[in-house]
Every structure is written in C-alpha cells, then in structure tokens.
C-alpha cells in the first residue's frame, strides 16, 4: 500500500508558501500520496494550484454544526465545496489550546464523513501518561469516539506522542510499532505517525511495521525539506 504523507501548516504559511510547495512538488514525483493541509484561506488556492496533480488538500479542523451563527467557524459543507478531501481532527493543539474533548471530537468526526471528507483522527499520549505507563489506556478512550461508526473507510489515525510534537524529539521506532500495533487492534485502519518527521528519519519510520504515512508539520513549511521528504518516504 502507498504511504501516505499529510502536511500539517498549523497556524503557518504564506500564500507564496502555498505557490513554492505546490511548484516544487508537483515537479518530482513520489511513490506516495500527498496531502496538503493548510489554513482556511489558502485552501482555494491549493485545489485550484493542484487541480492537475495528484496532490490532496485538507483542512485543519471544521466545526461540528451545520450553519448558523458561531462566529469564526468553517462548516464542513463549505470545507467540501472549496474541494476538500481530508480534515484532521482531534490534534492536541486543538484539544489543548481549544478545549476540544472527545465528545466534540466524535461529532466533528460524524459530521466530516457525513460530508464525504476523509479524517485523520488525532491521538497520542502526553509524556506524563507514558511516565504512568496508562499511554495504552489514554489511547483507547481516545479511540472510543469511533464506536458506533459502521463505515471507518474514509478515517485513518495519526499517533502523534505529545511529548514528539515539534520537539525535535522522535520517539523510538520500537514504541512506534508498539502503539501502532495496539491502535491497528483496537482498530483497523491505516495509522500514521507524527512528531519531529524530517526528510532525514523519514525512510526508517515508515519502514516499521504498521506504520502507513506520516503527518508532517514544521518539516512541510520548507519546500526543499519537504520534498525530499516525501522522496524518502517513497
Ligand atoms: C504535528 O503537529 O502534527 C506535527 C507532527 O508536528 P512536527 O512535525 O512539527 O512535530
């Protein structure tokens, strides 16, 4: 199966960056799939840039409603109508900076597929439940907001250990196929892996088992690093 590599810009980026990236990317050609996740107002631009390459594009959350007014909140219809494919959801920065439970995860979840948008549903434990020796348990609950879902076609996971995020701290490719092999037995759909991926320890994560992509964020705001990135990830 392809690996599928998935740009997290966070609150980043620049309409330049957006042009940079695309240019670049769609000038190489990888053995994976690419999706480009980016701020709200660059999406347009990304579908439109990428409409004759094999590039996806997602958004970084939507709201759990439908309409009406909530200031500020993007509906996933309007996610889908700008020509989304994917929303991440559930990532810590949005549950630890935004208050985002579980429950709020499960409804955004429902209401994206609902859409027809593919999720990438966030989990990953904080160092103190890994200190704890819970990081299994905190993992599960996590993944509670699954249940009930008949139809997981379109969701994929990413484990991203909190205490791996932006810290230039990866963790241990044996822990990576641990919790990768847990989440694939609680549920079996593809698990991606994120926290500190570079172009330079990219080959050896996806080389481990049950590793199906990865979700990049500071290494996919440099186009030369993203690039080869995604060739070492081929
Ligand atoms: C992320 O926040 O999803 C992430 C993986 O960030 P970084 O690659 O910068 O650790």
């Known amino acids: 199966m392809r690996k599928h590599v998935v740009a997290n810009w966070k609150m980043n980026g620049s309409s330049l960056l957006v042009d940079?990236?695309?240019?670049?990317?769609?000038?190489?050609?990888?053995?994976?799939?690419?999706?480009?996740?980016?701020?709200?107002?660059?999406?347009?631009?990304?579908?439109?840039?990428v409409a004759d390459h094999p590039i996806g594009v997602g958004a970084?959350?939507?709201?759990?409603?439908?309409?009406?007014?909530?200031?500020?909140?993007?509906?996933?219809?309007?996610?889908?109508?700008v020509g989304c494919d994917l929303v991440i959801l559930g990532h810590s920065e949005r549950r630890e900076y935004f208050a985002e439970t579980n429950i709020i995860v499960s409804r955004k979840i429902k209401?994206?597929?609902?859409?027809?948008l593919r999720?990438?549903?966030?989990?990953?434990e904080a160092l103190k439940q890994r200190d704890e020796g819970s990081e299994k348990a905190f993992?599960?609950?996590?993944?509670?907001?699954?249940?009930?879902?008949?139809?997981?076609?379109?969701?994929?996971?990413?484990?991203?250990?909190?205490?791996?995020?932006?810290?230039?701290?990866?963790?241990?490719?044996?822990q990576i196929a641990e919790m990768h092999g847990f989440?694939?037995?609680?549920?079996?759909?593809?698990?991606l892996y994120g926290g500190s991926v570079k172009s330079s320890n990219v080959a050896s994560i996806v080389s481990v088992q049950d590793v199906d992509g990865v979700l990049v964020g500071g290494a996919s705001l440099v186009p030369e690093e993203f690039v080869n990135l995604c060739r070492n990830a081929g």
């Not at 990236?21 to 107002?41: A, E, H, K």
């Not at 409603?65 to 889908?80: F, H, I, K, W």
């Not at 209401?111 to 027809?116: D, H, I």
């Not at 999720?119 to 990953?124: E, F, P, R, S």
């Open 20 to 49: 940079q990236i695309v240019d670049r990317l769609s000038s190489s050609s990888f053995d994976v799939d690419v999706t480009l996740c980016v701020p709200f107002p660059y999406l347009v631009q990304v579908r439109s840039r």
């Open 60 to 81: 970084q959350d939507c709201d759990e409603r439908e309409s009406g007014a909530y200031t500020g909140q993007v509906s996933v219809a309007m996610l889908d109508e």
């Open 111 to 116: 209401v994206a597929l609902a859409a027809g």
């Open 119 to 124: 999720v990438v549903l966030c989990v990953g």
């Open 139 to 174: 993992i599960a609950e996590q993944l509670s907001v699954l249940n009930g879902l008949t139809d997981l076609s379109c969701v994929s996971i990413a484990y991203e250990p909190i205490w791996a995020i932006g810290t230039g701290r990866t963790a241990e490719l044996s």
């Open 183 to 191: 989440i694939k037995s609680v549920v079996n759909v593809p698990v």
